[in-house]
């Protein structure tokens, strides 16, 4: 930028030297000395500073370069596409599985058995209900114990301390 040669430094060393005198000479050019350096670490701090807005400014070029050669433009909306297919068809799913289930009461229908006995007219016939026999039960629902034959003992509780009477608290 500047081209400062040594007889130029010689001549503004022995100007300074006549105008300022040499007791304020040290102080003067070290107050000098701090404010090229920073105007020095100024002028780098700038010049990294657009180095790096042009790097990005490459790179940003280069990326859309690459994004129109690869078509990626066109894979983007795909998947897009396709992901809201399928948030779709997971929220309807959802719905389905959280809507109550509703029975309806039939009247006056056949019966199912093939017997030929039908239900008389004003009866009511109720459609299965979940959980009844014969009827479909969610796939969480726990299965139902087996019925007790009539007059066998009961089972012992699954916690010695459970007893109804009390007399027997686990301890031998």
Do not use: C, N
Request: charged share 30%; net charge negative; aromatic share 4%.
């Amino acid at each position: 930028m500047f081209d400062f040669g040594f007889w130029e430094l010689v001549v503004v060393l022995v100007v300074a030297l006549l105008v300022v005198g040499p007791e304020r000479l040290p102080q003067v050019a070290r107050t000098a000395g701090l404010w090229i350096g920073r105007l020095r670490r100024m002028a780098d701090g700038m010049r990294e500073e657009i180095r790096r807005e042009l790097e990005a400014e490459e790179l940003k070029k280069s990326l859309q370069d690459l994004k129109d050669e690869s078509g990626f433009d066109e894979l983007e909306r795909e998947l897009h596409a396709t992901d809201g297919e399928v948030r779709d068809g997971l929220e309807s799913a959802r719905r389905a599985a959280d809507a109550p289930q509703r029975y309806e009461i039939l009247e006056g229908e056949p019966a199912e058995d093939g017997g030929g006995a039908g239900v008389a007219a004003g009866e009511a016939q109720a459609a299965p209900r979940a959980g009844a026999e014969g009827a479909p039960r969610p796939a969480d629902a726990a299965p139902e114990p087996a019925a007790q034959p009539a007059g066998a003992p009961e089972p012992a509780p699954a916690h010695p301390a459970a007893h109804r009477d009390g007399t027997h608290d686990g301890k031998a």
